[in-house]
């Protein structure tokens, strides 16, 4: 069965322009859509995608060619040498005679096909290859765009999960120092001391594998855009966080089945295999066309000196009777790859509704995780208040304490990681239901601040941050008098 015709292709040609269109601006501070823009303008593999665009369009005009008018024209220009020998039965001797001479002959002909069932299936396949090239182009383009914003979220997640894990070290150190402090007067035993230690090397562990994320995170949107930034906007801790809408999954099935442009490439897929099947078909049927042509040659041989030319007009027919079964075996060979090509469709349906149903759900979950998250700081804040105001009267100790700061620092890196995963799918949403576009993009770039902006300059780890404050342990344990 032919599935529906995709839309038109005056609205196929305008989409891979689109994005381009809608992005071109000047650029202004490194913000998401910024750094979209230069990825649309700079992007190797999208740059790659619009060139292999263009090829395929060109190939259309090519297919076209073979139905248009075709002239030739052909001329050679000959010096000819004739040897004769002849002898006489009578014995009266021997004979012979030598010519040399030159020749000259021109040719033009002109042909136009009158049907050519062959060709035509092939202008068509070509306007089918343009239909499956502009939705790949499409989705090249969303993926780009999807890559950029993973990227750029990416280097805002590895930051202030960095942060997180400098004040964690920070923290442990001045725990670290006082736990030796009061080893060093009898306080406590050298025990605490090597927990407080083991804790400090472990947190100076995790800020060296965030550092290290962090940068990779940075050159990871220099390969995507082939421009380096000092500086990136940060996510408002007031974003919104709501369920994705439409709400239900199947609304947004519905919209990936219309508007996926994988989908939709897959779709054009098996027409341009329906579309090779009538060419393979279309080699049993005559090709008819008309032509006209006229020939001049001339000549100083001798006894011959002189030109003679002719003209010709008519129409021809031609008619495969048999090709040794390579017609048949290509209508079969056609066939099979067209049904492939309904199973390669079919697939890549099934492949787009799972994703766009895990999608939505892990959006949804999402919603609910960063709640969570910012709740789970708030507990474990009041826990590790609890804690140090045990550690004070002495019913805690040391481990106490740095187990309850390590699950603050968690807490805190772990509500950053589900902030920047709900934004991340909530756009892989849209992509996986062709709905990415530049409107989602400003959507998100709202709620940026420049006012927080994030460098790859790695801050001293002396340096204070907004985490400091909450890691105030308290004064040590004293012995009663």
């Known amino acids: 069965m032919k599935p529906y015709r995709p839309v038109s292709s005056g609205r196929r040609v305008l989409l891979p322009c689109l994005l381009a269109v809608s992005l071109a601006g000047q650029a202004q501070a ?9 990825a649309i303008d700079n992007n190797a593999s999208l740059a790659s995608a ?20 075709q002239v030739s024209a052909s001329g050679q220009v000959d010096h000819n040498r004739l040897y004769e020998s002849v002898s006489s039965s009578r014995g009266s001797g021997a004979g012979n005679g ?52 993973s990227a750029y979220f990416d280097i805002l997640r590895a930051h202030e999960i960095l942060e997180a894990r400098r004040a964690q070290e920070r923290a442990i150190g001045r725990q670290l120092e006082q736990a030796q402090e009061q ?66 999954r199947d609304a947004w099935v519905e919209l990936a089945m219309d508007n996926s442009p994988l989908v939709l490439a897959s779709q054009a897929g098996v027409e341009v295999s329906e579309d090779a099947v009538d060419i393979a078909r279309a080699q049993r049927l005559p090709v008819v066309e008309a032509f006209a042509n006229y020939s001049y040659s001339d000549t100083d041989q001798d006894q011959m000196d002189g030109h003679n030319s002719q003209s010709q007009v008519g ?62 700081i708030v507990s474990n804040q009041s826990a590790l208040d609890a804690t140090r105001a045990g550690y004070e009267v002495g019913t805690r100790n040391i481990v106490d304490v740095l187990n309850a700061e390590q699950s603050l620092y968690d807490a805190i890196a772990d509500h950053a990681d589900a902030r920047f995963s709900y934004v991340i799918d909530l756009l892989t949403l849209r992509q996986q239901s062709g709905t990415l576009n530049v409107q989602a993009i ?40």
């Not at 709620?447 to 105030?472: F, I």
């Open 183 to 248: 080893f060093d007067v009898g306080l406590i035993a050298i025990t605490e001391v090597e927990e407080a230690r083991a804790s400090f090397d472990q947190s100076r562990a995790d800020r060296i594998a965030a550092e290290n994320d962090l940068q990779v995170s940075f050159e990871t949107l220099e390969r995507l855009t082939g421009q380096r930034y000092d500086s990136i906007d940060a996510l408002q801790e007031a974003m919104p966080v709501t369920p994705p809408q439409p709400s239900g």
């Open 315 to 376: 129409a021809r027919v031609s008619l495969p009777i048999y090709t040794g079964g390579r017609t048949s075996a290509g209508i079969r060979q056609s066939t099979y790859d067209l049904e492939s090509s309904q199973y390669d469709f079919e697939d890549q349906r099934r492949q787009t509704v799972q994703q766009v149903r895990s999608l939505y759900t892990q959006v949804t979950n999402d919603v609910a995780t960063v709640e969570a998250r910012a709740q789970a």
């Open 50 to 69: 619009r060139a292999q665009y263009g090829s395929v369009e060109a190939g259309r005009d090519v297919a076209r060619g073979d139905l248009l008018p």
């Open 98 to 149: 030598d010519d040399s001479y030159n020749s000259a002959s021109l040719t033009l002909e002109a042909t136009q096909a009158l049907f050519d069932a062959a060709n035509s299936a092939e202008v068509d396949q070509a306007a089918s290859r343009i239909d499956q090239q502009t939705y790949q182009l499409a989705a090249t383009e969303q993926q780009v765009l999807i890559d950029v914003a």
């Open 442 to 481: 400003e959507a998100i770039n709202d709620w940026l601040s420049a006012e927080q902006g994030v460098s790859l300059a790695l801050p001293e780890v002396g340096e204070a941050s907004r985490y400091d404050e909450a890691m105030n342990i308290g004064a040590p344990p004293r012995p009663e008098s």
């Open 30 to 38: 490194a913000d998401l859509l910024t750094i979209t823009r230069d």
